[in-house]
Nanobody, 127 residues
Framework: VQLVESGGGLVQAGGSLTLSCAAS????????IAWWRQAPGKEREGVSA????????FYADSVKGRFTISSDNAKNTVYLQMDSLKPEDSGRYYC?????????????????????WGQGTQVTVPS
């Protein structure tokens, strides 16, 4: 199983970045893919998730209206388009995969819901 993030970098406040998560080694269509982030000295927090089989999406309140999650199922890749970036969006962004039941919906309450994790990509928005 592999989850490989890319696309991080340094961007000025108000700018945009698109992160990518390339997945392999598991049945992509049966999973939800989520983005989590962790800033220095803070707990990891869920940012957004997508159910691959039905395209259902979920966003943390802090990023609603600014971030967009999407998937390219032919490429087994999930994207996170981040617009209107703020300094508080800085951190290491991880993608994670967890089994998905469309009837149960999506959640970002608990990391243990996600079985596989990537190594992360750094996003820095200077203040």
């Amino acid at each position: 199983v592999q989850l490989v993030e890319s696309g991080g970098g340094l961007v000025q406040a108000g700018g945009s970045l698109t992160l990518s998560c390339a997945a392999s080694g598991f049945p992509f269509d049966d999973y939800a893919i989520a983005w989590w982030r962790q800033a220095p000295g803070k707990e990891r927090e869920g940012v957004s998730a997508i159910g691959i089989s039905d395209g259902n999406t979920f966003y943390a309140d802090s990023v609603k209206g600014r971030f967009t999650i999407s998937s390219d199922n032919a490429k087994n890749t999930v994207y996170l388009q981040m617009d209107s970036l703020k300094p508080e969006d800085s951190g290491r962004y991880y993608c994670a995969a967890g089994s998905y039941n469309p009837r149960a919906g999506l959640g970002l309450d608990d990391e243990v819901e996600y079985d596989y994790w990537g190594q992360g990509t750094q996003v820095t928005v200077p203040s």
